[in-house]
């Protein structure tokens, strides 16, 4: 049997989406990685899958895989994505608040319009242990080795892991040698999703980002939710902050500790396709 998938984006982060909510469906790395190919594949940052929830609270599951076949606890970008593939499915109302079950957990989204999705995206987790981080303690900064240089990063988990470093410039050569290394870093041990972040003022973030297992991507939703979460920790930003990255933008919204973090932005249908190689056999 072919696999079915409609191919999405928002601002810029990709992804492919299959409707497995009536039957199984289990691939392979080799599989994923096949499909993820922008030569002979589809392409994509992200595979999904949507599914029947575990969690009886919540209505629908959703999986995802890196484009290298490893699996992610979370992502931003996607999950405004899924709300709209729910919505032209017939499963969600315009206006309609409603909870998913992602691999970290339940997030709470919520269909603005056709194509503009807000996602509670719960609160950032700062303890090292949780994101995981190895560090003695919990703190705003954080030295690091990187490849013989000294780096201060932010470390937070926004159901998956994330180092956030301040540059004054994103197009720095250091930048491009930095992110590799600390998404790989052994202090991360399941690897993290490295942010580049330069404050314009505080309202406003740009920011670029590598990701474990999919490299530099034009957006990573988790990526500018960790990047805003970090700099308000450090109390360089206001509660209402807009991340440009290459891809688009977003809005972060943030009172605190004790408050959870929501994202706003759009979510776009590119085509629909069927895969017809082994992983749809």
């Keep these: 049997m072919n696999l079915r998938f409609s191919k999405m984006q928002g601002i810029g982060n990709d992804f492919v989406m299959i409707d497995a909510r009536h039957e199984g469906l289990v691939l392979g790395a ?48 996607g999950v405004r994505c899924v709300a709209a593939w729910l919505h032209r499915a017939g499963a969600l109302a315009l206006g309609e608040t409603v909870r998913l079950e992602s691999p970290s957990g339940p997030v709470t989204v919520r269909l603005i319009s056709p194509h503009q999705v807000t996602v509670d995206m ?3 987790d700062f303890a090292p242990a949780r994101i995981p981080f190895q560090a003695d303690g919990a703190g705003a900064h954080y030295d690091i080795d990187v490849g013989g240089e000294d780096l201060l990063i932010g470390a937070v988990s926004m159901g998956n892991p994330h180092a ?10 250091s930048m491009f040698r930095h992110g590799p290394l600390l998404s790989t870093h052994a202090r991360f ?17 740009r920011l670029r980002v590598h990701e474990r297992g999919s490299g530099w991507t034009l957006a990573c939703g988790t990526g500018a939710c960790a990047a805003m979460a970090v700099m308000h920790q450090r109390g ?13 933008s977003l809005q972060i919204d943030w009172q605190g500790p004790g408050h959870t973090l929501w994202m706003t932005g759009p979510a776009a249908f590119v085509f629909e396709g069927e895969w017809l190689g082994e992983a749809g056999r």
């Design 236 to 248: 360089e930003v206001d509660d209402s902050v807009r991340v440009d990255l290459p891809g688009g």
């Design 189 to 205: 041990p399941e690897g993290a999703n490295t942010g580049f972040v330069q404050v314009i003022d505080r309202t406003h973030l």
């Design 30 to 77: 080799d599989e994923i990685r096949a499909i993820a190919d922008r030569h002979n594949g589809v392409g994509f940052d992200q595979l999904i899958t949507i599914e029947r929830p575990r969690d009886p609270s919540c209505a629908f599951y959703y999986g995802i895989w890196n484009a290298d076949g490893s699996s992610s606890g979370q992502c931003g970008n």
């Design 164 to 173: 956030v470093v301040v540059v004054p410039d994103l197009g720095a050569a």
């Design 122 to 124: 719960g609160e950032p």
